[in-house]
DNA sequence: TACAATTCTATTGTATACAATTTTTTTAAA
DNA sequence: TTTAAAAAAATTGTATACAATAGAATTGTA
C-alpha cells in the first residue's frame, strides 16, 4: 500500500486521458479530412450546427478554447468558405459566426461520411463501460 | 431512440476526451513550471524515470509521440541540463536517451511538489469511478 | 460626464503534435 | 557482394493550444 502514489506513467489518470484523447482524434482524422476538417475544425461545426450565429467568445466557451486558438481558426474556416464572420451592429467588441450554405449543407455529408466510422466505433461504444465514461469525463472538466 | 446518433457535441465521447484531457493537463502545469517542465516533458521524465537508457524511438512508443514531436522536445530538454542523448556505438542509427544528475535529482522535487496537488485530486481519484477510468481509458488507446 | 474598470477580439510568443519526406545506417535478398 | 528494403532519427510544413499582452469598445461609477 501506499505504492499507489509513486510517481508513474501507468498510474497517470492524467496520461490516460491524453493518450486516448489523441488516439480518439487520429481515428477521426482521415474521414474528417475528406469534408475538409480538421478535428477541432469539427467540434466547431458541430457547435455551429447546434447553436448558429454565435459570438466567438461563446463558441469558444462551448469548446473550451480561447481567442487565440478561435480567431485564427475561424478565419480559415471563412477562407474556406464554412461560416462567416461579422462584427456586431449593436456591440462592436463582438463578432458574430454564421454557417454559410455550405456550412449547414456539410452537415449531411458529415452525419453519412461518419456514420460508418461510429458504427465500428459503436461497438465499443455500446459496452457497458462506454455509456459510463460519457458521463464520468464531463465530471473531470475541471476548468 | 435513434436519437443518440445526432451529431451533437454532447454525445461525442472524442470530445469529452479533449476537454477534460486538457483540463488535466492545465490543472498540472503551474505546479510543473516550478520544476521548469511542461506536461510533455513531465511525461517524458516519468519515462525515464521508470526506465533510464532508452531510444528516442523505444520512449515515443511509451508516450504515443513520433520523432517529430520527440526530437525537439529531447533537445530543450538536453539544453535544460536534464537529460544527455548519446548516439549508439552499435547502431549509428539509434540515439540513447539518459537521465544526468540533475534529471535524476528531480523525481524528488516533483514528488513532493505534485503531493498537494496529488491529493487534492486525490479526493476525486478515491471516488468509485476513478479506479475504474484507469482501467477504461487504456481499452480506448487507439492507436 | 470624465475616467477607471471590464469585455471582447486579435496578436505575439512558446510549446506541442503529426504527416510526409529526407538522410544515414543496417539488414535482407538476389 | 552489389542492391533493394527497412529502420531510426531528423527535418519540413501545417495545425493546434494557451499565456500574456494589446487595442478598441462598452459599462460602471464617482
Known amino acids: 500500500m501506499g505504492n499507489d502514489d509513486a510517481l508513474n506513467l501507468e498510474n ?21 479530412e475528406r469534408l475538409n476538417l480538421t478535428y477541432t ?7 455551429l450546427w447546434e447553436q448558429d450565429k454565435i459570438s466567438v467568445s ?19 474556416m471563412e477562407k474556406q468558405g464554412f461560416i462567416s ?3 456586431s451592429e449593436f456591440d462592436e467588441r463582438v463578432v458574430f459566426i454564421q454557417l454559410t450554405e455550405k456550412g449547414r449543407a ?13 458504427e465500428s466505433l ?16 464531463p465530471k473531470l472538466y475541471l476548468k
Open 12 to 32: 497517470e489518470i492524467g496520461f490516460a486521458l491524453y493518450a486516448c484523447s489523441k488516439g480518439w482524434i487520429q481515428k477521426y482524422s482521415p474521414v474528417l
Open 41 to 47: 475544425s469539427y467540434l466547431t461545426m458541430l457547435a
Open 58 to 76: 461563446e463558441l469558444g466557451k462551448k469548446l473550451y478554447l480561447d481567442s487565440g486558438t478561435m480567431t485564427p481558426l475561424l478565419k480559415k
Open 85 to 87: 464572420r461579422d462584427r
Open 106 to 118: 456539410l452537415h449531411k455529408q458529415a452525419t453519412k461520411l461518419l456514420s460508418t466510422l461510429k
Open 122 to 137: 459503436g461497438t465499443m461504444e455500446n459496452n457497458s463501460w462506454a455509456e459510463g465514461l460519457k458521463q464520468l469525463l
